[in-house]
């Protein structure tokens, strides 16, 4: 995971955070003129970085988050990294966004 801190230079009053990214996906972020980071409860998922400047942060701000016990990390067909939440049955894939299903859910969770 890698701590961001945004230098873009905007037109009016708009503040840059620090950014906790794992790949694309929001982790965590702190608010500008602030030291407490909030965590997201799930990864937002492709964080646009485009036309916005960034520099890294070291050391990292950010307490990287560990999975819970609950939580299953799988490779998909293609080499994709997907989580399954084995209480509630769910997954991180495309498949299971759209469908509401998938073939890992069905093969970690027991029915």
Request: positive net charge.
């Amino acid at each position: 995971m890698q701590a961001l801190r945004e230098t873009t230079v905007w037109a009016g009053n708009c503040a840059n955070h620090t950014y906790l990214l794992d790949g694309n996906n929001l982790v965590a972020y702190i608010r500008a003129g602030t030291s407490s980071p909030f965590y997201f409860k799930s990864p937002i998922k492709g964080f646009d970085r485009r036309a916005r400047k960034f520099v890294a942060v070291e050391p990292n701000p950010f307490e990287v988050p560990q999975l819970a016990s609950h939580l299953i990390t799988v490779e998909g067909s293609r080499g994709q990294t997907y989580t399954i939440d084995t209480d509630l049955g769910t997954c991180t894939c495309p498949g299971y966004t759209f469908r509401g299903a998938c073939k890992h859910v069905k093969d970690m969770v027991p029915a």
